[in-house]
């Protein structure tokens, strides 16, 4: 897999797997084409899930040297998946599709190709399994196959045991025999005669990196582990200290440590009553960044505003026709609300066509005066989707909130832009435009952490005070796949909890008054969950260049309602 992009996409799926952005996967996993294979990648993650990740990095390690180290990794990954789908398809049912699409796309690419590696062999047969298709194996790499499915049940150490003994047996490994380093090496050097001529699939290990660049022998997860150390669980002596290390990737807080904590008890309540909040400003953000994380992370955080910059300013005149239709749509809508309406008066001019009722009914309100609507003070609030999962679309959510905004700020309406992120327990929204600034600041837009929906709308909700504002609209760009990780001894906020939660969040604000929309950005699966989130106010955006058609009658419409 080429290119540090490919690598970001494998990583967020791996993480998104685990329900942890701090694990450091020690493999990825690539198609034939050197393209990500999204269901392996997924696989590494729930590895991670389920088992013992130190111990499972240490068996893998100890592979290191062998003969056979590509095949016993290629093989141990075959018994691994086998156990994490047994696991997980309890909870996500819908696992077993993607297997089959995984076990199919395998067999399609490896149809014409002579399997002249045992593990080439097992994997076929495995997926021919898979789709209830006849395998055909010798005899001992049947018996392989079977001892290798057969660990599924088993807890960290005994899968990797079994797994260990399987291969030993098969590739006549003394388990028992280890030089001085630890590793596990081969009692016969057994020839190795061919090579594959067609790499179709390969689960890839990673090399360490220290933090000055160079290779190192450690595990890659030490690389990075003043990163880990951001993102560690809670704990009563190290919260201040990750939220100071918070405050450095995001900016100062808006508000002093007393508003704060008052904020957060209002806030954290519900399904969210172990959570923490904070806003931060952006002004100071990455001022200290590098002192506590991977100049690798520092680097692309440090770097994603100009990447963000460039990317609008490259297609620049595209996107400011653009602002300007969008900015037209809604300026017209807004002119026409504020006409003033002729209702019926006791004084003022005379409507000739009532002249016979005050003749002949004696009804004096036979007049007409103009009422002058009054739209009160207006303010729309951006909420952009700030998560891992966002990492390849960064530019292009930065361009779209920015023309959003620049859309509203060239109407007079005030504007304000908010990102969110959840890093361990504490949901973070970074406000990247305030209501007298420019729109410059939403290109400091950056992906990182999960996305617990449902909190950070409640919490960006206080920020649009009634009796400040009395026309009150939120757009949410959201891929609607909330996924807010685990806290300690409480459910995943994740899949139905995760929907359900932001759904009535949604709920909540429009009972206060606040109108809400959801543009949309997210996979054709997740289509639905949009809807059910925000009703008939969601908007998909397929077309950057065609934002004004894409969402211009919806905000229109929203507009409409507010002041009727």
Not at 382 to 406: F, H, K, N, P, V
Not at 411 to 438: A, D, W
Not at 532 to 558: F, H, K, P
Request: proline share 3%.
């Amino acid at each position: 897999m080429d290119g540090e992009k490919e690598n970001l996409r494998a990583k967020n799926i791996i993480w998104t797997a685990a329900g942890d952005y701090t694990f450091r996967p020690q493999f990825l996993a690539e198609n034939g084409n050197e393209t990500l294979d999204l269901y392996l990648n997924m696989v590494i993650g729930l590895v991670h899930k389920w088992y013992d990740t130190d111990k499972v990095a240490a068996y893998f390690d100890s592979l290191g040297g062998t003969e056979h180290q590509g095949a016993c990794d290629a093989l141990s990954w075959v018994a691994l998946e086998n156990a994490v789908y047994e696991r997980e398809i309890k909870e996500r049912p819908v696992l077993s599709d993607l297997r089959e699409e995984y076990a199919e796309e395998i067999l399609s690419r490896t149809a014409m190709l002579v399997k002249t590696l045992p593990e080439e062999r097992i994997n076929e047969a495995k997926c021919r399994r898979i789709l209830g298709k006849r395998e055909v194996l010798s005899p001992d790499e049947e018996k392989l196959l079977r001892d290798l499915l057969a660990a599924a049940d088993a807890d960290t150490d005994t899968l990797l045991f079994r797994i260990n003994k399987a291969l030993c047996a098969y590739y006549h490994m003394d388990v028992q025999k280890k030089r001085g380093d630890g590793r596990i090496y081969l009692k016969h050097k057994l020839p190795v005669f061919f090579r594959p001529r067609q790499k179709v699939q390969a689960v890839q290990r990673l090399d360490p990196v220290d933090e000055s660049g160079g290779k190192k022998e450690t595990r890659p997860e030490k690389a990075s582990q003043k990163l880990r150390e951001l993102a560690a669980g809670l704990t009563g002596e190290n919260e201040e200290k990750l939220k100071e290390k918070i405050l450095d990737y995001f900016g100062e807080p808006l508000f002093d440590e007393r508003t704060g904590k008052k904020l957060e008890q209002k806030i954290c309540v519900g399904n969210h009553a172990e959570c923490h909040i904070c806003f931060c400003g952006g002004k100071g953000a990455y001022t200290r960044l590098k002192q506590h994380v991977d100049p690798v992370e520092y680097e692309r955080m440090r770097g994603q505003k100009e990447k963000n910059t460039a990317y609008y300013h490259a297609r620049e005149r595209k996107f400011r026709t653009e602002i300007h239709r969008l900015r037209d749509q809604i300026f017209r809508v807004l002119l026409m609300e504020q006409e003033a309406d002729s209702i019926p008066a006791a004084q003022g001019t005379l409507n000739a066509s009532k002249v016979w009722r005050a003749v002949q009914l004696n009804e004096r309100m036979v007049f007409e005066r103009k009422d002058q609507k009054e739209p009160g003070d207006f303010l729309v609030t951006l909420l952009l989707d700030g998560s891992s999962s966002q990492l390849e679309r960064q530019e292009q959510i930065a361009a779209e909130a920015y023309m959003i905004a620049e859309s509203l700020r060239l109407c007079y309406i005030p504007t304000q832009v908010y990102s969110f992120c959840s890093i361990s327990g504490y949901t973070v929204c970074q406000r990247l435009k305030g209501v007298e600034t420019g729109s410059d600041g939403v290109f400091q837009y950056t992906a990182i952490g999960f996305n617990r929906d449902g909190l950070a709308i409640r919490a960006v909700g206080t920020q649009m005070p009634e009796h400040s504002y009395k026309n009150r609209l939120l757009i949410v760009l959201t891929d609607a796949s909330p996924n807010g990780g685990k806290l300690p001894g409480k459910k995943a906020y994740a899949g139905g909890d995760g929907l359900t939660d932001t759904a009535a969040e949604v709920r909540a604000l429009k009972k206060q008054g606040i109108h809400v929309i959801g543009l949309f950005f997210g996979q054709d699966e997740n289509v639905k969950a949009a809807k059910d989130i925000y009703g008939s106010s969601v908007a998909r955006i397929t077309d950057i260049g065609r934002l004004a058609d894409t969402i211009g009658s919806l905000v229109q419409n929203e507009i409409q309602s507010i002041f009727r």
